[in-house]
């Protein structure tokens, strides 16, 4: 092998063990989305499913039982931005297009928080789907043009067990 060849490739070596070096290391059991630019930690023994239902990413809460018939579940949305607008901005349009498509909606909370260094809102509200009745968090942050919805589900008489579960899950969430 003549010297230019073994430079070569000692060169590309090098560059090779630096890049890996420079690259974030991914945390075991954390849900990570390079092309949305997000991160979540789910509880290790939820499921969790890809894509589904208009969503990147689904966790359910192990069923209890047979006679479960409801798992809360976690689920992000990312919806890219036509144009900048503000957190409040998206918020209240969110919030429009909620009393408008989801039947019996009953706001019950809300209130400003962050989520790692990000700014968001988060609303606890009520509503049902056919004969089904759920209590939601859910929280909205909005950066670079692109808005991170976090949902959290829960059966009304669960809601108050699961909320805790609910926002420790929703603190994992990282914007890369």
């Known amino acids: 092998m003549s010297r230019t060849k073994a430079a070569a490739l000692t060169i590309l070596a090098l560059l090779g063990v630096s890049l890996s070096a420079c690259s974030p290391s991914q945390e075991p059991g954390r849900f990570y989305d390079e092309g949305k630019r997000f991160s979540i930690k789910f509880p290790q023994d939820w499921e969790t499913k890809k894509g589904g239902m208009g969503t990147v990413v ?14 809360e579940n ?6 890219e931005l036509p144009r900048a607008i503000s957190l409040q901005e998206y918020t209240e349009l969110s919030l429009v297009n909620m009393r408008k498509l989801l039947t019996d909606f009953q706001m019950q909370e809300s209130g400003d928080t962050s989520i790692g260094p990000n700014s968001a809102k988060w609303y606890i509200y009520s509503h049902r ?23 959290t589900a829960a059966e009304p008489g669960q809601f108050s067990r699961y909320k805790p579960r609910f926002e420790e899950i929703a603190q994992t969430f990282r914007v890369q």
Do not use: C, H, W
């Not at 689904?58 to 798992?71: K, L, N, T, V």
């Not at 976690?74 to 919806?79: A, D, F, P, S, Y």
């Open 129 to 151: 789907s056919g004969s089904v009745k759920a209590t939601v968090l859910q929280y909205f942050l909005v950066k670079d043009r692109r808005a991170y919805v976090i949902s």
């Open 74 to 79: 976690v689920n992000v949305v990312v919806e």
């Open 58 to 71: 689904m966790a359910f809460s192990p069923q209890e039982g047979p006679a479960d018939g409801f798992r």
